[in-house]
């Protein structure tokens, strides 16, 4: 088994792209460093299901072409990034994590991709998930078991799972995840990196494959704020295809803002003591507010009116079985062996569930985002863990609980991140749910909290 | 049978308060006028479920009251105005026009009418309604068949169909109605009114009996674009008990925009060709656009990506059924002969769709929500037919395409306004769709085209 942390290939893309504007290293540099490093490890790690290194190659030469004419098209040209296999690269099939689509090759770019090469990024191919996006382990049927490379022998978590994986892997210092209901953080959490799940409707979702639309975020996973706010920058924008996408509020800024804790509100939701938490979990969590209060921070506990996180839970699943039911139901009929029986249960009871339980699983949804906004009225932001449990091992049934702290944030259409703390030899992992459009406060919140030492 | 226009008891609201500021008349006497007036007329019109004359005329006197001390709380203080029985206000049953609900009494006013009551609005009872207001004829079972006072002998439409009739009859000069995919409307087209369904979320929904949470919205009825201005105004707001609420745009503001049409684009929706309109109400139609254009406004046609009125319908009627199905569908259990077999085959079918349906049907008004809204970039205004039929005869089948027109602003949240037409002895309907929270502006386009003499 091979460990990462010895062997990083990649700093920071905020340094990646310093080294490139210096002329210390060479778009073709860096993505010839990471191919071959995924070259090396996919067999173990399972992260990639497509790599592409002939179209890579052409668009980093093509950076720096255009570099040499002095034409750079900003701080993401020339910078390696790898995208989770449910969002639409043309000349790549889009899997979605199952056989079925082995074959799908799409017509064209999704919008964030479109947006994220008029930056310059240069795409490697496409990351292991979760079959359809659904489940949190990675422990694919078809495209391998994703390993975890902080954590060997453990889930990288899902369904990003390669895209966490990815990043702890030093393959890549971006990946772009997908959050359903924590998708993107529970897997930057288990493996020890940073995710931002943005505002509803900040980055538009045409040519993701969706689970579900009302829920589905895409976001991305890196080493630290900067590269968050450098990756959602390029991806943030109107898409003219995607019915809940909005026009990017004037004066939004995602760069993290400078924070002092002191006299911070952070709001704590009371769920925090109903959810059993990992021994782990709970300490670090407890010890992050400590810290934080010893800095002058202030902690109010909040109640988020009718949060029920199984119950949240269940209605998000049920809206993403009849939307998922409604959008792949067809395919069972024609590709039906292409999905995994516990796949096929989901979209077939999404196709049956009654009309009357899926409305009220709406409406449900729509009152608990209501409460969750009116919670962050005192508040700068709310905190909790990030999920309930640590990275577990290859094979552990996977918790129903993973989900019960990300979701809210889902619900809500809030931003959310995900940041590490210290845990050795599996990290932890803290969450801030941040209002509507603030993902530079939330970002700087968390650079301030993340810098307090243990 | 009475008829109307020769016994208008009312002017417009604006005119009255400028009577009750000038000294020339008082809350109390134009409420006994109001009442004496429903009083004589409710036996043969139906117009009225509840009426309240002593909590009214408590309402009037504590308005003179305040007056006479210099506390006057704006225009609004001391005006009659009535509302559709399925929008709560605290001391009167909420009927929801059925049987089922003879006896539902709100614990308290519907944030709407908290709002009208704080501009000093004078309450006088509940409205009739087609049954549960899923229907536009207003011939209800229990409550009995709504008459028409412009057109005896003819439906005023519905769901608000005592709305439409106690304006028209010069009950009141101000009614509150609701509109899901018409309902407003459809009403005021078929009477002769002025109607307004405002930009969704811009007026609050708590305490509205929900037929579709989705798509419902509450709007008023009035005789003029000025007094529609005036409802709205106090109306609008954010009602912290309602998920789909907003906060009224900075600079919001609803009268109507003094208006050119010189140079004013308004778009012609392809579907007015493919809808079978009565022949009088195309030729209406038609003649209001010849004479816009005699007037210098550009007519553009223009197709709106997927809008097949019949899908369209169908799809909100899903909606509809789903959501009134999670809502009312127990009661089915333990009231169900309080409804009428059709409204209950409605909750039923609702209750049991399968998922997929439900949530294809979410998805459907989601996309043409979005194209409609694409529609609006390059015109000032759409401009369509308010139904494609006039008022019909009582007991005439009613036809399946009344909301062909009109659920389109439901469906993408925009503000729409019926404003009448000429026509002898039945009254014709424009309707203007546009842009999010442009109320002031669409009422300015309204008033322009209605001061356009034959």
């Given at each position: 088994m091979m460990t990462a942390p010895a062997q990083l290939a990649f700093d920071d893309a905020v340094a990646l792209a310093g080294d490139l504007a210096a002329g210390r290293t060479s778009a073709v540099a860096l993505t010839r460093a990471a191919l071959e490093r995924i070259a090396e490890t996919n067999a173990d790690w399972r992260i990639f299901i497509t790599i592409a290194p002939e179209t890579a190659l052409a668009e980093a030469e093509a950076s720096d072409a255009r570099r040499a004419e002095g034409r750079t098209l900003g701080p993401l040209d020339g910078i390696p990034i790898a995208i989770k296999d449910n969002i639409d690269v043309a000349g790549m099939p889009t899997t979605v994590g199952t056989a079925a689509y082995r074959n799908r090759h799409p017509a064209r770019d999704a919008a964030v991709i479109a947006r994220l090469r008029d930056a310059g990024a240069v795409i490697l191919g496409k990351l292991n998930l979760h079959e359809g996006a659904?489940?949190?382990?990675?422990?694919?049927?078809?495209y391998g078991r994703c390993e975890n490379p902080r954590v060997p022998g453990s889930t990288p978590g899902g369904s990003s799972g390669g895209s966490g994986a990815a990043v702890a892997g030093a393959l890549v210092a971006i990946a772009l995840g997908t959050d359903t209901m924590g998708s993107v953080r529970i897997p930057a959490a288990y493996c020890g990196n940073w995710g931002l799940k943005p505002t509803?409707?900040?980055?538009?979702?045409?040519g993701l494959a969706y689970l579900s639309w009302t829920l589905d975020t895409i976001g991305p996973l890196a080493n630290s704020p900067e590269d968050l706010a450098l990756a959602i920058r390029a991806m943030a924008g109107p898409d003219s295809d995607d019915p809940r996408s909005v026009a990017?509020?004037?004066?939004?800024?995602?760069?993290p803002t400078k924070t002092s804790l002191k006299g911070l509100v952070l709001g704590r939701p009371s769920v925090v003591d109903s959810v059993a938490c990992e021994p782990e979990v709970r300490a670090a969590y407890d010890a992050l507010l400590a810290r934080a209060v010893a800095e002058g921070a202030i902690i109010k506990d909040v109640a988020i009116d009718g949060w029920d996180t199984g119950k949240a839970r269940r209605a998000g699943l049920l809206i993403s079985e009849a939307e998922a039911g409604s959008l792949l139901g067809a395919d069972l009929d024609t590709l039906g062996d292409g999905f995994s029986d516990g796949f096929r249960r989901f979209l077939d009871y999404g196709r049956k569930a009654p009309g009357e339980r899926i409305a009220a699983a709406y409406a449900a949804l729509d009152r608990l985002g209501l409460a969750a906004r009116q919670a962050l009225?005192?508040?700068?932001a709310l905190i909790l863990p990030t999920a309930p449990q640590r990275a577990f091992a290859h094979g552990a049934p996977a918790p129903a609980d993973q989900a019960d702290f990300t979701a809210l944030a889902n619900i809500a259409g809030l931003p959310a991140i995900a940041f590490p703390l210290p845990g050795d030899p599996k990290p932890n992992s803290a969450q801030l749910v941040g209002r509507a459009f603030e993902e530079g406060k939330l970002l700087g919140i968390a650079k301030a909290l993340f810098g307090l030492a243990p």
């Open positions: 659904l489940g949190a382990t990675t422990d694919n049927p078809t509803k409707g900040l980055v538009g979702t045409s990017t509020p004037e004066g939004w800024d995602p760069t009225d005192g508040v700068d």
